[in-house]
Structure formats: C-alpha cells, structure tokens
C-alpha cells in the first residue's frame, strides 16, 4: 500500500524525513529514471530500485532519498500520482519502523468498488477524514478487484472514515467501509462461525479404489448428500482426499464425529470440517512462521556435509568424530522412523575449521563405511 499526504499546517511533523517509497512502477523503471523524474523537486542523495535478491528483477517499487525534507514533501504533495514510463506510480513517506504498519491501527477496508475507482480517486475520497498513510486499490491483469486499503495516521481518523463512508454509494455501488482484520482474526471467526453452520467435509487417507459412488456410499448414511467428490490428478488417479457436501449442518456434524478415525480397508481416515480458503491459508502462514524462527534460531557456521554414514552414527558419535577440527555449534544426522538416513551435517564456527575437517575426514572409515565430506555454505545472519 501506498500513498501519502503532509500533515496539515501548524501541525507537529511525525514524518519528519527526506525518503519517499514509490510504488506500483512499471518494470523497466531504473534509478536514473527516478533520479531524472524527481530531480526538478530538489537535490537527491540517492534513488533505489528494489530487487529480487536471487532474480535482480524489479519487485515494482523503490525509494527517493532527498537532502532536504521540504523538498520531499513538495514532491509528495505534487507529484503523487503522477507518470513515469506510462504508469501513475503512488508516494508516501518511508517509514523504516514497520510497527505501526504491522499494528493495524487506523488502517480500513473497502470493499464493492465500483473498476472506475483508481488509486488518485480513492485517496481523494479519503483524504477528509484524515492524514493517509498509504492507500491502494487492489489490482489484477484485468484492472481494480473492487476492494482497497487506507491507512491512516490515527485511529480517529479511521473511525471518521468508517462512520461516514459505509454504506453510502460510490458510481452507484454500495461499498462496504470497515476496520482492517488481519488474516488470523479474519480466519479464526471464519473458523468460528463455520463450526456452528458447516455442511462441506473433507476426507483423507483413503485407497485407490475408492470412488465417488464408493465414498457416497459411505456417508449417505448421515443424510442427503448434494456433492461427492474424490478429488484425482491429470492421470485420473485418486489423490487420497475427496469431499462429501451435506444438505444439513447435523447430517455433516454426525459424519465427522462417527467416521473421523474409522478403519477402512486398513487405512484410518480422517474426516473433519472442510476449511475455508482463509482458514488455509492462515494454517500456511503459520507453518511458515514456525520454520522461519526454527531457523533463525538455529546456530550460525560454517556447515559441511557428511554422506555414507553408518547406521550405528547418532548426533552425539557424529560431533565426537568431528570435535578436534574446532568449535561445533551444530551436529545433526538425518534420521527416519527412528533410523539414521545416512548422511548429516556438521556446522564449525570458522571457514578453516571446516575445511580442515573436510580435507582430513572425506574418504576415512567410521564404523564400517568411508565418509564421503563435503564444504557446504555459510549461514549468514542479516
């Protein structure tokens, strides 16, 4: 999101800096475009395009960086919306502390816009009630999806825009105005409401042999059905996972708390409430969330990689045949069901550490078999 606006005059600055992000660039944007377009509005430090670290292509927004915070709100109260390369990039003032970002306060939600309401138009529409932020109209290939964000500076301004703009009409459309609601909170009383009301269930871990007429078969019992489904690949082989839909919320309910856990030709199945989309992808974030401090909490080194291990190796016998190369932070073997998979890593607190046990242990027996040990690469904290 994006879009800014000066506080009104007489008023305290809080934004009180020289860097602007610019947002929605066209993909062949550089930094001397940006320079040459922003340069009459006085003088620059720098421009910055941002870039996929891996790719280096543009991510479609950067950052102007005036001498002179005057300067960078002249170009914010004048050239907001303005064109470069064909397409209105939007302006707002960069804000290195994402707090209040990620805080949600005085941020709102549009929805049923009518296509013809671009960025410029809802920032105008908004701007009444408060100092915006950041505003954006959401868009595909296609243009506006009909919904948007606006963020303010305060929760006051926020609640004047959601009293006074809910519900009323914009080109003849009904929007809706409310507060912002992360995707947890909107999932969770999503979760919550669909528990009590639920009619779509989803099953799992069924046979190949199982079919729509088997699987209908098996939950008609319950009740009505109006849709069952084993979901399959582009080769019509079933996926394991299908969906069976209820007339009725009880006819669901006593399908999930009879047949959840049942044995059915040797496999338990797993029968619950089908999640909605958010519901999905909210678990998704979580996962993610989970294995990203799992692995920020992992210790820095220098790792190097170890295959053909014995099976008797566990991680205490790997970092002892490894510990008189250096400092250790981290050994670990691979292991499934209780057995080792045959390789591991070692993770030395210098570069020559590793290597030296590289050099000295690739090609050495431990237990029974030769060890075939390789330099990986270091893990860098940012």
């Known amino acids: 999101m994006g879009s800014g606006e000066p506080n009104p005059a007489g008023k305290k600055k809080k ?5 602007l992000y610019v947002g929605d660039l066209d993909p062949d944007v550089t930094e001397d475009m940006l320079y040459k377009k922003f340069r009459p509005a006085g003088p620059l430090r720098f421009t910055r395009i941002c870039r996929d670290p891996v790719t280096r292509s543009p991510l479609g927004y950067g950052y102007v960086n005036f001498r002179f915070p005057a300067d960078a709100e002249w170009a914010l109260n004048t050239m907001n919306f303005d064109l470069i390369n064909g397409k209105p990039f939007r302006l707002m003032w960069s804000q290195p502390d994402d707090r209040l970002r990620k805080s949600g306060v005085g941020n709102i939600f549009i929805k049923n816009l009518d296509k013809s309401i671009d960025n410029r138009a809802l920032f105008y529409l908004f701007s009444a009630f408060g100092n915006i932020l950041s505003c954006k109209v959401v868009c595909d290939d296609n243009g506006s999806k009909g919904y948007a964000y606006v963020h303010f500076d305060s929760l006051a301004a926020a609640n004047r825009a959601i009293w006074h703009m809910n519900g009323v009409r914009l080109n003849n459309r009904q929007v809706y105005v409310g507060r912002f609601k992360f995707p947890e909170e909107r999932a969770a009383e999503v979760r919550t409401r669909d528990r009590a009301t639920f009619t ?14 088997k699987l209908k ?4 019992e319950y009740g009505p059905t109006e849709s069952v489904k084993v979901i399959r690949d582009a080769s019509g082989k079933s996926k394991g996972f299908g969906f069976v839909r209820y007339e009725t919320h009880e006819a669901a309910q006593k399908a999930v708390l009879d047949l959840h ?3 059915i030709d040797g496999k338990v199945l797993y029968v619950g409430r089908a999640q909605k989309k958010i519901e999905r992808l909210a678990e998704l974030r979580r996962r993610f969330e989970r294995l990203r401090l799992k692995e920020k909490s992992r210790p820095p080194g220098v790792p190097i990689y170890i295959k053909n291990l014995d099976e008797t190796i566990d991680d205490e016998k790997l970092k002892e045949e490894f510990s008189s190369f250096g400092s250790i932070s981290r050994a670990k073997v691979m292991m499934e069901v209780g057995q080792g998979k045959g390789f591991g890593v070692v ?3 210098s570069f020559e550490e590793a290597t030296k046990a590289v050099d000295e242990m690739n090609g050495r027996v431990v237990g029974s078999k030769p060890l075939h040990v390789t330099l990986g690469q270091a893990r860098r904290r940012w």
Do not use: I, P, Q
């Open 15 to 19: 934004y009180l800096k020289a860097a």
């Open 347 to 349: 993770c030395f607190s």
């Open 261 to 263: 856990g049942k044995s």
């Open 200 to 213: 779509n269930v989803f099953v799992k871990n069924f046979g190949d042999d199982m079919d729509d007429e």
């Open 217 to 220: 078969e098996l939950f008609s």
